[in-house]
């Protein structure tokens, strides 16, 4: 019969593992702060917290020691030894209100430069050539990319400041009132059964086993909320991401009356938020019986440790107050963990999802250890070559009807999907999106290619800067600009050029295919990809369409994949996309994808879904 393993062996894996995943996310956290452009400033920030807190602890080692004349001075009622030592103490508090703010600010400071520098490391990682449509196929880690970026970062910033700071004070105030409280010790004489002794570091020692004791119970009762907090983040995502789409699409929701439906689906959600939160109110709870009460009993623990010296009188009053001043600090600080359990585990969680967030940015485009993929290549001529290509999909594969394939500059050819469902992923492998599959695209070189998808991406911001995405508007002239817009029917926007808006809202879906033909107008691409055939469009399009083509971009070579063939003679050559034989289908080994169709022209922005960019990829 077999053995069971030893739980408490499976436990101590399980453990280890699990700091060894947060040392992992610790480092790339620090290393995101670390290589980033403030560094200097992150610095001399932390040289000056770490002065204000030397400081502060070595005033409240001064204000400890301020207790025993004080307080022996109201014992033998010594009127201006009191007054005395009242002046002394408004000092001694000036001293330390000065640094309090002095270590408020700074604390600041540092929670908001962190969040910037954070901020901006996930942005660059999620905004890095291809990765916004590849994170939308690396399952879950890629749903709300918005939500980790904005609310995730801020708050694992803050977190981080405030959990540092603290963490570092308390350590430096245990280590300045260990001796301390080690030296007054020798004043706490115990007495047993008539006979008297000293134990060494006897304070010392109490305020270890009840600080420790408190922490472990701690750990042990609320180790479950890092797991509980995870999940509450990405519930809350989703809600939040659930209420954008129905913004979003109020349109389509109204004109289907699907008020009803969508209702029902954000009650689902909701359901959701309030069934994990109520089990976070519980985890906290619970947490809060051994904080809450832990920090009761400390009011009175030392006075109680120290009660038998007092009694004895081996102790005078002030001395007594001094000892429980120093325990108090030396247990305040053992107690951190205690006070902080929640919010720690509040930061574990907080700081899995955002590394976890930046490590699948990092590695998208790091080859699979299996599954085939697509090669990607230049073509030497400039060509365009398709080498025995297939493209993968939700468990089917499509070929070419042609092994071997070669476009050059100038040529107007046609891509028919006869599968009826991998247009849209054939579109997307062509840019550079969609890995997976077999065979070699050897592409053109990437300076003036334009992707044109079937859905226009109009970006927010002024109409100018709509028109020559992505290229800065400052190389275009007026002029240019203006007949651009006359020539595809956008003349009465030609006054609107510096007017910021968001242009996906307030012009038409007619009118956002013109401003894509004014791009091809404007910024003259030598290669045209769509997924739109010509004849798709309706005729005063195709009209404006099939002018800029010929006349303005005739050297420009324009390949066109679509579920439809064509009924006109633009396309000079027609290519068939297949299903490919029954023994040649893979199932592709990755997680599950979205819906091809869509890959090429997702997001910028998950939260909204706005489509992806025609753009002009520039040679890097």
């Known amino acids: 019969m077999t053995e069971r393993p030893d739980d408490t062996t499976e436990n101590a894996d399980g453990v280890t593992d699990e700091i060894a995943e947060l040392v992992q ?4 956290f620090v290393s995101a702060l670390w290589n980033s452009s403030g560094r200097r400033d992150f610095v001399l920030l932390t040289i000056g917290i770490v002065t204000v807190i030397i400081a502060t602890a070595g005033m409240q080692v001064v204000l400890n020691a301020w ?37 408020t600010w700074l604390a600041q400071m540092i929670t908001l430069q962190s969040r910037q520098w954070l901020t901006r490391d996930l942005i660059t990682q999620w905004l890095a050539p291809r990765r916004l449509v590849m994170l939308g196929d690396a399952g879950d880690i890629g749903v709300n990319p918005d939500q980790r970026v904005h609310e995730d970062a801020k708050h694992l910033a803050e977190l981080s400041a405030g959990l540092g700071i603290g963490l570092f004070q308390s350590t430096l105030l245990l280590i300045s009132f ?128 120290a009660a038998p010296a007092y009694f004895g009188g081996t102790l005078s009053f002030g001395e007594l107050m001094m000892v429980v001043g120093a325990f108090n600090q030396v247990q305040n600080s053992l107690r951190w963990f205690v006070d902080n359990f929640s919010a720690i585990a509040d930061w574990r969680a907080t700081l899995a999802r955002v590394m976890s967030f930046r490590q699948a940015l990092v590695t998208l485009e790091q ?143 007619d009118d956002e295919e013109r401003l894509t033909f004014a791009r091809l107008l404007l910024l003259k691409p030598q290669w045209v990809f769509t997924e739109q055939v010509v004849d798709g469009l309706d005729e005063e399009q195709r009209a404006i369409f099939t002018s800029i083509l010929n006349e303005d971009l005739a050297q420009s070579a324009v390949v066109t994949v679509s579920s439809r063939a064509t009924t006109g003679d633009f396309y000079a050559r027609t290519i068939n996309l297949v299903d490919a034989e029954p023994d040649k289908t893979t199932e592709r080994p990755d997680p599950p994808a979205p819906d091809p169709a869509t890959a090429a022209t997702r997001a910028p922005d998950e939260q909204t879904q706005e489509p992806q960019a025609s753009r002009v990829e520039q040679a890097s």
């Open 67 to 103: 207790n025993s004349p004080f307080y022996n001075a109201i014992e033998t009622r010594n009127f201006s030894s009191f007054l005395y030592y009242l002046m002394v103490f408004f000092g001694i508090a000036g001293v330390l209100l000065v640094l309090n703010v002095a270590q």
């Open 178 to 305: 260990v001796g301390v409280l080690w030296v007054l010790s020798s004043g706490v004489v115990l007495t047993v059964a008539g006979y008297s002794f000293i134990i060494p570091g006897y304070m010392v020692w109490c305020a270890l086993i009840f600080a420790l004791t408190g922490s472990w119970v701690s750990w042990r009762i609320g180790r479950p909320l890092i797991g509980i907090g995870v999940e509450r983040y990405a519930r809350e995502a989703d809600l939040r991401f659930a209420m954008v789409q129905v913004n979003e699409n109020a349109n389509g929701i109204v004109l289907n009356a699907g008020e009803a439906d969508e209702k029902q689906h954000l009650d689902e959600e909701l359901g959701r938020v309030i069934d994990i939160t109520r089990r976070f109110v519980n985890a906290l709870a619970r947490l809060t019986w051994v904080t809450a009460g832990y920090g009761w009993i400390g009011l009175v623990a030392p006075i109680v440790i």
């Open 367 to 509: 080859p699979r250890s299996h599954g085939e993929r697509i090669e990607y290549d230049l073509a030497p001529l400039g060509n365009l070559e398709l080498d025995n290509v297939a493209i993968d999909w939700t468990g089917e594969r499509a070929v070419l009807d042609q092994t071997q394939v070669v476009i050059a500059p100038g040529d107007r050819v046609l891509i028919v999907d006869r599968t009826g469902a991998g247009h849209g992923a054939l579109f997307s492998a062509l840019a550079g999106l969609w890995p997976w599959g077999a065979g070699k695209i050897s592409r053109p070189p990437r300076a003036k290619v334009m992707f044109m998808p079937e859905r226009p991406y109009v970006p927010d911001g002024s109409l100018r800067a709509a028109l020559t995405y992505p290229l800065a508007p400052s190389g275009f002239s007026d002029d240019e600009l203006q007949a651009a817009m006359q020539r595809v029917g956008l003349g009465r926007l030609a006054g609107s050029l510096d007017r910021k808006a968001r242009w996906a809202k307030e012009i038409s879906y």
């Open 25 to 28: 996310q610790f480092r790339a």
